[in-house]
Every structure is written in structure tokens, then in C-alpha cells.
């Protein structure tokens, strides 16, 4: 039930890495896991149920008896809408912990995102696809130590590193921090 919470904990200290910013890990994950708990909480509990739904419109796609057609068009559905929740995914939690947002422009802006950088998602979702096949296959091998270890902070510093520099570009950066106005350009009078 706390899996948000304590990604969001993981998240503020991988974001801060890809920042190339010290971070206290045992003291910010706990600042963060208490400070941003309802929301991470509520996204936690967002992403059990869309891949409980996802679970079982799989189930019952494959299983339907209908035309081909329909059953390809539902399954291909599915699989873009599961696409785009998991892209979802890499950036909810790192706009959470970095900006105050309520629930409804976390999910609209991270929906934005997702498209704004689908080619660094895809590029995403297949090394962390590899890495998933690595702890499969090696899973008797190396055991929980990779899985414990690595498998979750390394795709977490992934996903972090790639999508930051995005963040960053579209959400912070030509921003007064304090009013949060988007600054002029100087150079939009010049002509």
C-alpha cells in the first residue's frame, strides 16, 4: 500500500543524481516519503488499479469470442493505452516531488509529456525491457541481490536522467521561480 510513498522517496533521490545534487539518502527518502504521501499514495493506487483493469482487459480480450478484427482492434487499443499509462509513469512521480501540483494537473501534465518525449520513453521502456529479461534470466543466479539491489534504483536512475533534462525544459526553465510567470524573451522586441 506504500509503494507510492516510497517511490516517490526513490524518486527525490534519483532526481537529484541526475541533477548532479547531493542527496542524504536515508533523510530525504524519509522527508519525501512523509511530505508527498497522500498524493503518492493516490498515484500508487491509481497505477494498482489501470494494471488490474489492463490484467483483465488482456484476459478477457484473449479469450473473447468475436471477429478477429474486433479482437486485434481491442488488444491494440489496450496495449497503446497501457503504453502511454507506463510513459505516464516516468514522469508523475519526478513533477510530484519537484513542483506543487495538484492530482489533476499531475495527471495532465505527465499525459502531455508522455507525448512530447514518446521517442525518449520508447528508448526507455526498452532498456528497462532488457534489463527486466537480464533479472529474469539471471534470476537464479545472482537472485534477490540483483533485484533487491539494483533492478529498481537502476531503472529508477534511467528514467530519471532521461526524463529530467524534459522537465526541465518545458516546466522550469524561462520561469520566474517565485511567481511562476513565464519570463519574455529579450529578444522578442528586437526586430
Not at 97 to 116: E, G
Not at 154 to 170: E, Q, R, V
Request: include cysteine; proline fraction near 2%.
Amino acid at each position: 500500500m506504500t509503494i507510492g510513498p516510497a517511490i516517490a522517496g526513490m524518486t527525490k533521490i534519483l532526481r537529484n543524481y541526475a541533477r548532479e545534487e547531493h542527496a542524504f539518502i536515508w533523510a530525504d527518502f524519509w522527508d519525501t516519503f512523509k511530505k508527498n504521501f497522500l498524493k503518492s499514495f493516490l498515484i500508487g493506487l491509481l497505477d494498482l488499479i489501470v494494471g488490474a483493469l489492463i490484467y483483465f482487459d488482456l484476459y478477457m480480450y484473449t479469450s473473447l469470442e468475436a471477429s478477429p478484427m474486433l479482437r486485434i482492434a481491442a488488444l491494440a487499443l489496450m496495449f497503446i493505452t497501457a503504453t502511454i499509462f507506463i510513459f505516464m509513469n516516468y514522469y508523475i512521480y519526478s513533477m510530484l516531488i519537484t513542483f506543487k501540483l495538484n492530482f489533476r494537473q499531475l495527471i495532465k501534465n505527465s499525459f502531455i509529456f508522455a507525448w512530447i518525449g514518446f521517442w525518449r520513453n520508447l528508448l526507455i521502456t526498452v532498456i528497462i525491457a532488457a534489463l527486466t529479461a537480464l533479472a529474469v534470466l539471471y534470476f537464479a543466479t545472482f537472485g534477490i541481490f540483483y533485484v533487491a539491489l539494483l533492478y529498481f534504483s537502476l531503472c529508477g536512475l534511467i528514467i530519471n536522467f532521461a526524463t529530467y533534462p524534459l522537465i526541465k525544459k518545458h516546466m522550469i526553465d524561462g520561469y520566474d521561480p517565485e511567481t511562476g510567470e513565464r519570463l519574455e524573451d529579450d529578444n522578442s522586441d528586437a526586430e
